[in-house]
């Protein structure tokens, strides 16, 4: 049973940056992908990136392409996500969620993420 930890949340302005951080004290994350999903006040969740366990592939919401980036670290066991030239409908609390197989359409398909973390904040405000 994975332990998802979110991290690196925050108040930021229109065009700033963040980056957020997904971790587990307990268990190794290496062999999960793992995603970035978001939710908007009165919205659906949202996919917004998602790396493979190797970190060899990810894929991106059109929404954020060329603005976040996913990474993972293997030896701290932490995936992150940095968000830059954010904007006012980047506000959501933003979710890792891990899942044991990879595919290029995972992003649309939340229901085979089977661990998810608490949340965290992120608002867009000037």
């Known amino acids: 049973q994975l332990q998802l930890v979110e991290s690196g949340g925050g108040l930021v302005q229109p065009g700033g940056s963040l980056r957020l951080s997904c971790t587990d004290s307990?268990?190794?994350?290496?062999?999960?992908?793992i995603a970035w999903f978001r939710q908007a006040p009165g919205k659906e969740h949202e996919g917004v990136a998602c790396?493979?366990?190797?970190?060899?592939?990810?894929i991106y919401a059109g929404s954020v392409q060329g603005r976040f980036t996913i990474s993972r670290d293997d030896a701290t066991n932490t995936i992150q996500l940095q968000m830059n030239d954010l904007k006012f409908e980047d506000t959501g609390v933003y979710y890792c969620?891990?899942?044991?197989?990879?595919?290029?359409?995972?992003?649309?398909?939340?229901?085979?993420?089977?661990?998810w973390g608490p949340g965290i904040q992120v608002t867009v405000s000037s």
């Open positions: 790396i493979d366990p190797a970190g060899g592939s990810t």
């Open positions: 969620a891990a899942a044991r197989y990879y595919s290029g359409d995972l992003l649309n398909r939340r229901n085979h993420f089977p661990s």
């Open positions: 307990r268990t190794s994350l290496n062999y999960y992908s």
